[in-house]
């Protein structure tokens, strides 16, 4: 699996598990425990702190925690004839 990916405009980066590399603006995937502890998927806001957006749930497999992170995104998005 590639490690970085793009939806809608916005940036998605698979980590071996730390946020810290994130520039601002970006989603992250995360490896818990190299990835035998399942994947998170994260946001590095504008000030730079990080927030976990799938909770206490951890995905198996990334690209599970990849299709997540592009439904946030979509959500996210200003639909058809809306003001951005």
Same mark, same amino acid.
């Given at each position: 699996m590639k490690r970085y990916h793009s939806h809608l405009g916005r940036d998605? $980066?698979?980590?071996?598990?730390? !946020?810290?590399?994130?520039?601002?603006?970006? @989603?992250? $995937? +995360?490896?818990?425990?190299?990835? !035998?502890?399942?994947?998170? &998927? &994260?946001?590095?806001?504008?000030?730079?702190? &990080? $927030?976990e957006l799938n909770n206490e749930m951890h @995905?198996? +497999?990334?690209?599970? !925690? +990849?299709a997540f992170a592009k439904e946030l995104i979509e959500m996210l998005a200003p639909q058809e004839g809306e003001a951005s």
């Open positions: 998605i $980066v698979l980590t071996g598990g730390s !946020a810290r590399d994130l520039a601002p603006g970006q @989603f992250g $995937v +995360l490896a818990i425990d190299g990835g !035998a502890g399942g994947w998170s &998927v &994260v946001h590095k806001g504008p000030d730079g702190e &990080v $927030v @995905f198996e +497999l990334p690209e599970d !925690a +990849l």
